[in-house]
């Protein structure tokens, strides 16, 4: 095989994951350029962490769909980060602001910052139209745009607005060659005390090979009806179609 | 107030056994965020002395957690070796951490012992051991499983290649695992974390990975990481299922928080069993835990995070496994702060993981939440092996593009193989050497060397 015919199949092979395969070696270790590229890919998720929602734009975003604001208990960024029960807390402030828009619905959809604001200030507008596209024949409540916002922030917030269902769009931890990943995940008749194991997860949407947001809306309307037809969500709505747990160890979500 | 010491005339107290436990552990977030941690440095030293004093016997006496209301406390307590337990029944905490690190526990002791310590001894003594005690008792105990590969040899470091892919491209996972078998990486398991966990999606991967390892007669085995209920219905569909998966905890609620309880474990380990896909050993499960998981659950029962961990590897031992590893820095900066957080609590779980009678791994990683970074790795990953850790992590280039988080690289384990020594298994390493990944003297060729006719076919079928 000579060496040219053996670079082709390698760069072939490099285009079917985002993977860093074939990186080569220096003795044992990784080439320098690798070593400073993953330090810059390092440098970049560090920093998408700690970047703050722009929430005024990504309403604009949202246009004319209804938007309320809410917040968690978390102060700041570093609180948030140390304080994940903080960040499942609805503010006495947003609670309020939320009875005052009690009511009745099938779905709310709550867009919560997570571990990346600059996932959600990119995505989650074009996502979540995409969803309400699937389910056109379902009352959806308004949209709560939550800062410093952990999953089950979802379930406060849920049933404050009297939904049946609450799908929470979230920004996944940035990893080192995607920063802005969304995850969605389901929770059926939203209360304080929630488990995640009663949560259905559709994670790694992207546009850099991972869920497109129609897909992962195509999941989530299939979801969301079962639920609503069974009266259940969670481990206990595992079928042949369609994603169930989150994928990895549920310690890691 | 039965759990005092005096330092100088400065009297502690603490309230129970959990709040000595809690309040003896090295200083870490999770406790921290839990409200139990020590509120001082001293007072956390003073919760090592009154550690030091109790009896061992103490643990069998008084649950942390209630027997009455947790299936995890009943296993520890039910299963408890008295035998085992005799030749250390009279030593204190502090006198276990002495006899663990004298030369009358040597490989055969540590072995006898092993049914008859608990999850809170083991706990307990490894707050009281440095860094360098952790790593010499953990260097001296031999676990060994096997399946298609033997775990856990003299002079050897396994290595799981875990070839994720975001979408779950069965052609992208492909290409991760030869890269990963390149470098000599897989003989512990090539083991994918699904993206879309369901029973369709898993299956595919499933029947993908054993076609691979049977067209190329890997031996290894395989495992896709989907929940251990899927993996019972994927087995009633009959797919090649080598190992069965789960994430566990160190409760009975921690473990309902994933889905899971000792029933159902029992239903897919006997099923795995049944399939008899084992080739050199019957080991068919593979555990993974970490600290933080009972905590973030809130099943933690007022209990510190470390010891919540050593429970999850009482779960883990009633089932025989192939693997058990903890994912020591994935759980984020709320559990463990910083690099130096994350090293202590990868040595404390190999540690208690080994004492146990397991065969402990490690996923040695972290998030970009967290304070740390490859030097911390680096300085992990050395540690781990010197203790004799049975397998450690691997993805293409330390990052895992599905998971999002930060892992050992391929390279990392050639690193770790060369300076210490170390061989892949047996069964792996003569594979290694017959596909012309290997050289003759042992070392592996270069990755872009087509000298390998196995190599090519593999690629070429691939891309």
């Known amino acids: ?253 | 107030m039965p759990f005092t010491s005096d330092l100088g005339g400065e009297r502690h107290s603490f309230a129970d056994l959990k709040a000595v436990l809690a309040a003896a552990s090295p200083a870490r977030s999770g406790d921290e965020l839990a409200g139990i941690a020590a509120a001082s440095a001293t007072r956390r030293v003073a919760a090592r002395w009154v550690l030091a004093d109790l009896p061992l016997a103490t643990f069998l006496n008084e649950a942390l957690v209630p027997y009455e209301s947790d299936e995890v406390t009943r296993l520890i307590i039910d299963s408890h070796d008295a035998a085992a337990f005799a030749p250390i029944a009279h030593l204190t905490v502090g006198g276990f951490r002495d006899w663990l690190l004298s030369e009358a526990a040597d490989e055969a002791a540590l072995a006898a012992v092993a049914r008859g310590v608990t999850p809170e001894m083991a706990a307990a003594v490894s707050k009281l051991m440095r860094n360098q005690d952790l790593i010499a008792v953990a260097k001296k105990i031999r676990v060994v499983t096997a399946f298609r590969s033997t775990i856990g040899l003299p002079g050897r470091l396994s290595t799981r290649l875990q070839p994720n892919h975001p979408a779950d491209d069965p052609r992208g996972i492909a290409a991760a695992v030869l890269d990963g078998l390149l470098h000599g990486v897989g003989d512990a398991v090539i083991g994918v974390n699904p993206a879309t966990d369901s029973v369709p999606a898993a299956t595919t991967l499933i029947r993908m990975l054993d076609e691979l390892r049977e067209a190329y007669a890997i031996p290894t085995q395989t495992c896709v990481l989907t929940h251990v209920t899927n993996a019972l219905t994927i087995m009633e569909r009959g797919a090649p299922v080598d190992l069965v998966f789960q994430s566990v905890a160190g409760s009975e609620a921690a473990n309902a928080g994933f889905g899971i309880d000792l029933a159902v474990l029992r239903d897919a380990h006997a099923a795995a069993l049944g399939l008899g896909r084992g080739t050199v050993g019957q080991n068919v499960m593979y555990f993974e835990t970490g600290q933080g998981s009972a905590l973030s659950a809130n099943a933690h029962h007022g209990v510190d995070q470390q010891t919540m961990e050593a429970r999850a590897y009482a779960v883990a031992r009633a089932f025989d496994p192939l693997l058990v590893n903890t994912v020591v820095g994935f759980i984020g900066p709320e559990y463990l702060y910083d690099g130096k957080q994350i090293i202590r609590a990868g040595l404390e779980d190999h540690f208690c993981g080994k004492l146990l009678g397991l065969p402990m791994g490690c996923d040695v990683c972290y998030t970009n939440h967290a304070e740390a970074d490859q030097d911390d790795m680096d300085s992990l990953m050395t540690l781990l092996t010197v203790a004799g850790c049975s397998f450690l992590i691997c993805v293409p280039g330390s990052d895992d593009v599905m998971l999002s988080y930060q892992s050992l690289s391929n390279h990392d384990a050639l690193y770790l193989r060369s300076v210490m020594g170390l061989r892949a298994a047996p069964e792996f390493e003569v594979w290694l050497a017959e596909a012309g990944i290997a050289a003759p003297d042992g070392s592996l060729r270069a990755l872009a060397d087509g000298a390998s006719p196995l190599v090519r076919r593999l690629a070429e079928t691939i891309s």
């Open chain 1, 1 to 253: 095989m000579s060496e040219v015919a053996t670079g082709e199949l390698w760069a072939r092979l490099r285009r079917t994951t985002p993977a860093r395969i074939a990186l080569g070696r220096v003795g044992h270790a990784l080439p320098l350029a690798e070593v400073l590229d993953f330090q810059l890919a390092h440098a970049r998720a560090r920093d998408a962490v700690h970047a703050a929602l722009d929430t005024a734009a990504l309403e604009a975003a949202l246009a004319p769909l209804p938007v309320l604001h809410a917040e968690s208990d978390a102060p700041d960024r570093a609180a948030y980060l140390r304080r994940p029960d903080l960040g499942r807390r609805l503010s006495a402030r947003s609670a309020a602001l939320l009875a005052k828009a009690a009511g009745h619905c099938d779905v709310v959809f709550v867009i919560a910052d997570g571990l990346s604001a600059t996932g959600v200030q990119a995505g989650a507008a074009e996502l979540v139209q995409a969803c309400t596209a699937e389910l056109g024949d379902l009352t959806i409540g308004p949209i709560v745009i939550a800062r410093q916002a952990r999953v089950a922030l979802g379930d406060p917030i849920g049933e404050a607005l009297g939904a049946r269902v609450c799908v929470t769009i979230i920004g996944e931890r940035p990893g080192l060659s995607v920063h802005d990943s969304l995850g969605i995940y389901m929770t059926f008749a939203p209360r304080i005390g929630r488990t995640d194991a009663e949560r259905n997860c559709i994670s790694n949407i992207h546009g850099a090979g991972g869920l497109s947001p129609e897909d992962a809306a195509r999941t989530l309307g299939w979801l969301l009806r079962e639920a609503l037809r069974r009266e259940l969500s969670g481990v206990a709505l595992k079928d042949d179609q369609t994603p169930t747990l989150p994928a990895e160890d549920p310690s890691r979500t």
